[in-house]
């Protein structure tokens, strides 16, 4: 059977980034592209609405880019369930209000039962503090919490 992984928006992000002189910003680009290009096919790769309505946002241009790269994944419905465990750990951990949308991708992978969430966010999302209480709360609630990462973390034994 093969692997899960919800694509959050900060992934798409660096796929369609304007060049930079920040070295970390560039390594992690490359690293997305170099996951991109030769590990996503070892997976099936979700996405919800809530990625579909941050990437259409801000340049028109690579807002554009950001969606042809996922016009033909599937849609995970943000089902009511996903909203009240979103709830939960907006409530019961230290995600801070202002992570809403963050919450909510979480606990989208998380009802669907993916194996991963993929994302460049690592202030609220693949953070291992926020992941472990996110964890309990998943677990008190009877789910199991993907495994929160990025591409590095993802790419397996080929570095």
């Known amino acids: 059977m093969t692997e899960t992984v919800y694509i959050e928006t900060s992934i798409l992000g660096h796929l369609t980034a304007r060049p930079s002189q920040n070295v970390i910003l560039i390594a992690n680009m490359e690293i997305t592209r170099q ?6 096919h070892n997976f099936d790769l979700y ?7 941050e990437v259409a946002q801000g340049d028109q241009e690579i807002a554009i880019k950001r969606l042809e790269l996922v016009k033909d994944f599937p849609l995970l419905n943000i089902e009511q369930s996903a909203i009240n465990l979103a709830n939960k750990f907006l409530n019961q951990s230290n995600l801070p209000p202002k992570a809403s949308d963050d919450a909510l ?3 989208i992978a998380t ?16 953070n291992a503090q926020i992941q472990r209480k996110l964890s309990q709360i998943s677990l ?17 034994e080929s570095l």
Do not use: M, R
Request: glycine share 4%.
């Open 111 to 126: 009802i669907y039962e993916l194996d991963y969430l993929l994302t460049w966010n690592c202030k609220h999302i693949a």
């Open 140 to 156: 008190d609630f009877g789910y199991k919490l993907p495994i929160l990462c990025t591409p590095y973390e993802l790419i397996g």
């Open 47 to 53: 996405i919800s609405q809530i990625v579909l309505d």
């Open 105 to 107: 991708h979480i606990a």
């Open 35 to 40: 996951w991109w290009e030769d590990h996503k």
